[in-house]
């Protein structure tokens, strides 16, 4: 079993800076993707930020020059930083990984959660 855990989320006001993580645990062979997607009220979920194994990076246009991803392999772990947030930024924001298990075909694994909300 594979468990993702997020942490970081918050409340901040316009402008400022939150820095999520997430922590994958279990029994984790490889992890090809690392991503962060977010969900606002009454609106679907949305890519932010996704990162590969060779460090490849991809980001919605509307976080460009905002957000940056980075991971730490040895720690199963990866990081969305966060800064000059918006107002339009508020959602709840899942981490996502693309995961091989000895023994088992690749597949996705998400968090729980956390919830981001920017103050005007």
């Known amino acids: 079993q594979v468990q993702l855990v997020e942490s970081g989320g918050g409340l901040v006001q316009a402008g400022g800076s939150l820095r999520l993580s997430c922590a994958g645990s279990?029994?984790?062979?490889?992890?090809?993707?690392m991503g962060w997607y977010r969900q606002a009220p009454g609106k679907q979920r949305e890519s932010v930020a996704t990162?590969?194994?060779?460090?490849?990076?991809n980001y919605a246009d509307s976080v460009k020059g905002r957000f940056t991803i980075s991971r730490d392999n040895a720690k199963n772990t990866w990081y969305l930083q966060m800064n000059s947030l918006k107002p339009e930024d508020t959602a709840v924001y899942y981490c996502?990984?693309?995961?091989?298990?000895?023994?088992?075909?690749?597949?996705?694994?998400w968090g729980q959660g956390t919830q981001v909300t920017v103050s005007s």
């Open positions: 996502n990984a693309y995961v091989l298990q000895k023994g088992q075909a690749w597949r996705d694994y």
């Open positions: 990162i590969t194994t060779g460090d490849n990076t």
């Open positions: 279990g029994s984790i062979f490889r992890i090809q993707v």
